[in-house]
């Protein structure tokens, strides 16, 4: 109560002192224009007069002098006119005015001496007068002066009702200050506050823990993101002091992000773990003066951001945002969540020329089209891969620097970025733990034999202790490719490789996505009948059945020929034209790159040319949503479509065709499902079909869209609940566990420096 009646106090005196002071500027604006306008008029007038006076000074008849002064003494305000002589003598004067008047002015002389016109304000019996007077002329000689006075005091008069009124406004003004601040501490303050404050008496009770909806005020912002911190802090530890009596490895108990802290404290212990990947889990960014920090959209991000938070570690990626370096220490490290820190970013920093060698180049140019058969040619440069090894060599300076002074280190690298990068981290510290994470398809020996460097890339795979794959053909393609590549040893019975005496175990982690129950307000109860036609009308289409694909604009994606399918589809079934329309959800992607140019422009075109053949009216068969969206945005189709298509041509996972499924709390929608995805291998109840097979797609689209919905709601519940069992948080753990088996190497021989493991 005490901050609401400061409140008020401090409004009321600030809009007080406001209003005075432009009431005051008011005031004498009004002021100076009402003198101006009685000097112009007195002025008009005296020149008016001057015509008449002057032959009758000539005549020195003072009779008719005196009757012109009184003929106008009765205009508006005018007090009355005197006609001086040379001398200053008073030749005539308005009645009215003779008893006021008691001696001469000293402007009368004034003018005469100096044959300029001149006005003033004055006090006269006590009363605000304006006298103007003018110099009288018998051609060149001054023969007198003439002098009017107006009566000036409406002026105060009116300039005091300004003021009145001013008065009156505060005063009115101050009565809805007080009853609008009344009310907006009372809803926007104090109703937050106490919902807060019942909200965390029930969460130390162990009640609800359902956080209460807070106005989206900045006010209220930086309470409400510390109060969540603290309830997730809170639930966490409550969490793990309850699941510690919970039997984890029961292959009942769902992974959550809880358990997976506790799983990687008992598994590592005291083992610092270092993550290294290409993405940065928080980039920061300029949005016009201000910086913000935001989290890049990626199950990788989602799978080891609990792990990070877990064991406090480190972990470093390639600083890409615009206002990453601004925010760093001068060893280009910094804590992150911003919100809530518990681990450390290092960012490594890339030229221009680095970043298109190494990423542009050699990965994205290189091993990608080569690890994705899509028939796409790789093209493999001599200057891309110097820069591909030298960002290797930065980024493992980075680890090395990084884990100078730990004991038995932990390092989880990841992805096709850092192929070398194993090698170099274990030839330098070979006490540290070392596993890298595949997350894109290996290809059979053959076709990754065309890889000028394929010796290289092996080789410095297999300084890994462990490496990962999503499935099972993946670690086979691996190991037979190593078979032709290098001489080792290959142990088939238990997926190992030993190599100059160390060994390299080759597992699968099918990677996931969050457990189903992750978003439960996106998962709301309203029909997705009304989501989908208020999708329709932001769309302006007109349409019953919605089809929805989700894909970075990537010619491994099968767009094309997902378009085709759907073309196929209303050729076969002309009774779905006018009724089906299919939104297909692309993001640019490396579009500096000619393929991925050139694809983007095939899947515009495609889309136009099948749109110009069956549109109708507000009907068009094809939306593409080229630009990039929101997680909560892509769900929104997810939860309206009646079917989704993933028709990728060559996919490690796919992490898409398990995000569709988490998202269906309804039970209902189909899942087309290419075979060449890793997602197959778990999603048997999607409708599996061969993106290159035209027909089997529009086929498949017919099948989705007339499925008995309990045949439709019995496959999504068993998908669901594949998903939701075998999460991102196994993933995870797994990957950790089995890397916790890894033994480290002791060694008696000195570390090798960064420059003899590369060599």
Not at 74 to 96: F, K, M, P, Q, W
Not at 97 to 119: C, H, I, K
Not at 128 to 148: N, Y
């Amino acid at each position: 109560m005490r901050i609401t009646l400061r409140l008020i106090l401090v409004l009321i005196v600030g809009i007080t002192l406001v209003s005075l002071l432009f009431a005051y500027f008011q005031v004498e604006a009004i002021k100076g224009a009402l003198r101006s306008d009685l000097g112009r008029r007195a002025s008009i007038l005296a020149e008016s007069l001057e015509e008449s006076v002057v032959p009758l000074l000539e005549k020195s008849d003072r009779g008719d002098l005196l009757r012109l002064v009184e003929r106008f003494g009765n205009r508006e305000h005018l007090a009355g006119v005197v006609i001086y002589d040379r001398e200053g003598n008073v030749l005539a004067i308005t009645s009215v005015l003779s008893a006021q008047l008691t001696s001469r002015p000293a402007v009368v002389f004034q003018v005469m001496n100096q044959n300029l016109e001149r006005g003033q304000f004055l006090k006269l019996g006590g009363s605000d007068m304006h006298l103007f007077a003018l110099p009288l002329h018998r051609d060149t000689d001054i023969v007198g002066a003439l002098a009017i006075f107006h009566e000036a005091g409406y002026i105060e008069a009116e300039t005091g009702s300004i003021w009145r009124e001013t008065v009156l406004r505060v005063a009115v003004m101050a009565v809805l200050v007080v009853l609008a601040t009344v009310l907006i501490v009372r809803w926007s303050i104090e109703g937050p506050i106490a919902k807060a404050v019942q909200w965390m008496r029930e969460l130390r009770m162990g009640g609800l823990h359902e956080r209460p909806a807070f106005p989206d005020e900045d006010l209220l912002k930086p309470l409400a993101r510390e109060m969540t911190s603290m309830a997730s802090s809170l639930a966490a530890a409550r969490a793990a002091v309850e699941e510690k009596a919970v039997p984890y490895e029961a292959p009942e108990s769902l992974w959550t992000p809880e358990r997976l802290r506790f799983h990687v404290q008992s598994k590592l212990q005291e083992s610092p773990l270092f993550v290294v990947s290409n993405r940065e889990p928080c980039m920061h960014v300029r949005q016009g003066k201000s910086v913000e920090a935001i989290v890049p959209a990626g199950g990788l991000i989602a799978a080891l951001e609990p792990v990070m938070r877990a064991c406090d570690g480190t972990w470093i990626a390639h600083g890409a945002g615009d206002a990453d370096r601004e925010v760093v220490d001068e060893h280009d490290r910094l804590r992150v969540p911003p919100d809530d820190p518990h681990y450390t970013l290092r960012r490594v920093w890339l030229s221009k020329e680095e970043e298109e060698g190494y990423y542009f180049g050699f990965a994205n140019e290189g091993l990608w089209p080569l690890c994705h058969i899509a028939h796409t040619r790789p093209t493999f440069r001599a200057t891309d891969w110097e820069q591909y090894r030298a960002v290797n060599r930065k980024f493992g300076e980075a680890v090395l620097k990084e884990m100078e002074g730990t004991q038995h280190p932990t390092v989880l690298i990841q992805d096709y970025h850092f192929t070398l990068l194993p090698r170099l981290v274990k030839e330098a510290r070979p006490d540290a733990r070392v596993a890298i994470f595949w997350h894109i398809p290996w290809p059979n020996p053959q076709v990754f034999g065309i890889c000028p460097w394929q010796r290289e890339l092996v080789d410095g795979l297999l300084g890994a202790d462990l490496v990962g794959f999503h499935i099972q053909a993946h670690c086979n393609h691996f190991l037979e490719t190593v078979d032709q590549a290098l001489e080792c040893r290959i142990e088939w019975d238990r997926y190992a490789v030993n190599r100059r005496g160390h060994f390299t175990l080759v597992r699968p982690f099918p990677a996931s996505v969050d457990q189903v129950e992750s978003l439960p307000e996106m998962g709301s109860q309203a029909s997705p009948y009304l989501d989908r036609a208020a999708l329709f009308k932001e769309l302006g289409v007109e349409a019953v059945f919605l089809g929805v694909g989700v894909d970075r604009v990537d010619y491994t994606k099968g767009i094309p020929e997902r378009f085709r399918g759907v073309e196929r589809f209303l050729e076969k079934y002309p009774g779905y034209q006018g009724q089906f329309t299919f939104v297909e959800i692309g993001a640019p992607s490396r579009t500096h790159i000619k393929r991925y140019h050139d694809l983007l422009a095939e899947v515009e075109s495609e889309a136009e040319r099948i749109n110009w053949r069956f549109q109708a009216g507000r009907w068009k068969p094809i939306v593409f949503l080229k630009r990039h969206h929101t997680h909560r945005e892509i769900e929104r189709y997810f939860r309206a479509a009646d079917l989704c298509m993933v028709t990728s041509l060559h996919d490690g996972m796919n992490l898409v065709a398990k995000e569709f499924v988490a998202s269906r709390h309804d039970g209902q929608g189909a899942l087309i499902l290419s075979r060449f995805t890793g997602a197959c291998r778990e999603l048997r109840d999607a409708l599996i079909v061969n993106p290159y097979d035209t027909e089997q797609l529009a086929e498949a689209i017919r099948v989705a869209l007339e499925m008995d919905p309990e045949e439709k709601k019995a496959r999504m519940e068993r998908m669901r609940k594949i998903v939701k069992d075998r999460n991102v948080y196994r993933w995870a753990a797994n990957l950790i566990a089995e890397l916790s088996e890894v033994r480290p190497e002791k060694s008696d021989r000195p570390q090798k420096t960064m420059k003899s493991a590369a060599s």
